[in-house]
Every structure is written in structure tokens, then in C-alpha cells.
């Protein structure tokens, strides 16, 4: 008979650290408001045609999470570059995702920070952390 692979054994759960060197936390404690550095894996071909493999930081807030932690969890998080507003959108189980650093939290009251994109000009408030 052909060998059966078990599914929920191939999904790669992100590490997700705190920046305050506290214990690890779980995909479930990301939440809108955040403020988080993705790591992701980059494959590059350089001139020799090797592959390569690097890692490359985002830096931005968390504005949504979609689909908690079901195995097609995403978050979308958005960062000023240069005056331009930058948004990408990282699955949470994916394997190009090395891990995710929490760096603050900001008091907010919505799920999803879309008001962030147009010509919102408060502070979000910190929340201790």
C-alpha cells in the first residue's frame, strides 16, 4: 500500500519571541496593534547560478489577522518606507517565514486597523508590555 503522510505534521509553526527576552509566545498572542519584525527566508541565484539563502527583516505593524490559527492563518503589516505606506501579507504556517519578534503593543480597539492607510494623523497609545 502507499505510505500516508499525516498533513498536520508538514505545517511549520513560526517562532514567536518577545523582545523583552520573556518566554516564547504562539501564533494566537499576535494580535492587531503590534508592532513585529518578520524574518523571512529569501532564495537568491547569484552569478554562478548557486542558489542561496538568506534572511530578510520586515518591520511594520500588525493592521489584521485573518483566519486565527487555522492552518491559512495570515497578518498584514503595514510600514512607512521613504513616505510610501507598505503592506505584506505573511501566512503564519508558511515555511518562508523564520520567525516573528514582538517588539511593542499599542492600545487599540478594533480587529482590523484599515484607518491606518488614509491620512490618520493620531499616535496609537502604547499599552505596557
Do not use: C, W
Not at 504562539?26 to 542558489?51: D, F, H, W
Not at 523564520?98 to 484599515?114: E, G, H, M, N, T
Amino acid at each position: 500500500m502507499a505510505e500516508e503522510k499525516n498533513v498536520d505534521a508538514e505545517v511549520k509553526t513560526p517562532v514567536v519571541e518577545k523582545d523583552t527576552k520573556g518566554k516564547a509566545a504562539t501564533p494566537a498572542e499576535l494580535k492587531p496593534g503590534m508592532t513585529v519584525r518578520v524574518y523571512q527566508k529569501i532564495k537568491e541565484l547569484n552569478s554562478k547560478g548557486e542558489e542561496k539563502e538568506r534572511l530578510q527583516f520586515f518591520d511594520g505593524m500588525i493592521i489584521a489577522k485573518k483566519h486565527g490559527t487555522e492552518k491559512g492563518a495570515s497578518i498584514t503589516v503595514r510600514k512607512i518606507s521613504e513616505g510610501v505606506g507598505v503592506e505584506k501579507i505573511f501566512p503564519l504556517f508558511s515555511p518562508t517565514v523564520d520567525r516573528i519578534v514582538i517588539k511593542k503593543q499599542a492600545k487599540v480597539r478594533k480587529s482590523k486597523l484599515y484607518y491606518l492607510r488614509g491620512e490618520y494623523k493620531k499616535r496609537l497609545k502604547e499599552k505596557a508590555y
